[in-house]
């Protein structure tokens, strides 16, 4: 599985927004890149994913390099809730229908301030 | 539909007792994951199931650890003759195909003593 590295620790202050960058230099061309968040005492719940154009959703965007080795998860204005460690992940489509499992690294622990 | 359910939330056991814990995965996710968390660390993939069949086992599992999904639906996790490095939180996640979002359950946390 091709390795991500994300750095150990943010902060931000509420209502500020807040990008958290990954980066995936061995990334292959059918890598999508997944991001998961776990709060404290849950389990991962999913975010958002994207293979090369940028992506939005109701709960993130996703910006993706041109040349695919990183990516950045923006978090438009942070809320206490948002308090948790964000995974970056890459999985393969295998065979255009079901996406490989979850490699988890050690993830960001996002840290935020009222 | 309530989600990925996992039973019991919390297990304490004797080292060299078996424990087995129990996932209900969202009805009709044909893929059914099980990793192992310990503190500070992310999750680690243990096995995964499509329908009823065990598609990759990590090397991590040793001998000790069975997983079982009959008939495609919920799956157990067994683990013989615990040991206290066995502590953890046991985390089982389900999705279907073409779906990229994996749905986890809050997970079981055991701990050996």
């Known amino acids: 599985d091709a390795k991500t590295t994300q750095p150990n620790s943010m902060e931000s202050n509420e209502e500020e927004p807040v990008h958290l960058p990954c980066n995936h230099s061995?990334?292959?061309?059918?890598?999508?890149i997944h991001w998961y968040r776990q709060l404290p005492s849950q389990g991962p719940e999913y975010v958002i994913h994207g293979l090369t154009s940028n992506v939005n959703n109701r709960m993130a965007s996703l910006a993706i390099a041109e040349d695919r080795k990183s990516s950045t998860l923006i978090l438009h204005r942070a809320t206490l809730r948002d308090a948790a460690v964000y995974y970056c992940?890459?999985?393969?489509?295998?065979?255009?229908?079901?996406?490989?499992?979850?490699?988890f690294g050690q993830g960001t622990i996002l840290t935020v301030h009222p | 539909d309530t989600g990925v359910s996992q039973n019991p939330r919390h297990k304490i056991t004797k080292r060299g007792q078996n424990v087995t814990f129990r996932c209900d995965p969202i009805s009709e996710h044909n893929r059914l994951y099980w990793y192992r968390q310990t503190l500070g660390q992310g999750p680690e993939f243990l096995t995964y199931?499509?329908?009823?069949?065990?598609?990759?086992k990590s090397r991590l599992l040793s001998d000790r650890f069975s997983a079982e999904r009959p008939k495609g639906s919920f799956s157990t996790l067994e683990i013989q003759r615990t040991e206290q490095g066995d502590s953890a939180m046991y985390l089982c996640?389900?999705?279907?195909?073409?779906?990229?979002?994996?749905?986890f359950g809050q997970g079981t946390r055991l701990t050996v003593v």
């Open positions: 992940i890459l999985s393969q489509l295998a065979g255009g229908t079901s996406y490989g499992k979850l490699t």
């Open positions: 996640a389900s999705r279907t195909d073409g779906v990229p979002e994996a749905f």
């Open positions: 061995t990334i292959s061309g059918t890598d999508y």
């Open positions: 199931f499509q329908n009823e069949a065990q598609l990759e």
